[in-house]
Nanobody, 114 residues
Framework: QVQLVESGGGLVQPGGSLRLSCAAS????????MRWYRQASGKERELVAT????????FYADSVKGRFTISKDNGQRTVYLQMNNLKPEDTAVYYC???????WGQGTQVTVSS
């Protein structure tokens, strides 16, 4: 059974950084692409970043391009989202997603505020 558990969210000031982690179990991470989504209060869930199976290519939403970096450590079975230069509009619940299995994590709250 595939399970995803996110961690690393919290409160940060504008311009600050956070690194989100997604611990994956029940799958061999090296064989699958992975995604991060986010959902702000009152808004639809949106795709933030995707990393390819081989970890060599990634896609980013225009709103985070140049500030966020997605990566995965196959040995640690963990997917990361490094978020720099955070803005108040980045405030949302962030979710890890395994598209091949249709499995979501429980989400982690990120709040950017002074």
């Amino acid at each position: 059974q595939v399970q995803l558990v996110e961690s690393g969210g919290g409160l940060v000031q504008p311009g600050g950084s956070l690194r989100l982690s997604c611990a994956a179990s029940g799958l061999t991470l090296r064989y699958y692409a992975m995604r991060w989504y986010r959902q702000a209060s009152g808004k639809e869930r949106e795709l933030v970043a995707t990393i390819a199976m081989d970890g060599r290519s990634a896609f980013y939403a225009d709103s985070v391009k140049g500030r966020f970096t997605i990566s995965k450590d196959n040995g640690q079975r963990t997917v990361y989202l490094q978020m720099n230069n955070l803005k108040p509009e980045d405030t949302a619940v962030y979710y890890c997603y395994a598209p091949t299995f249709g499995v979501w994590g429980q989400g982690t709250q990120v709040t950017v505020s002074s």
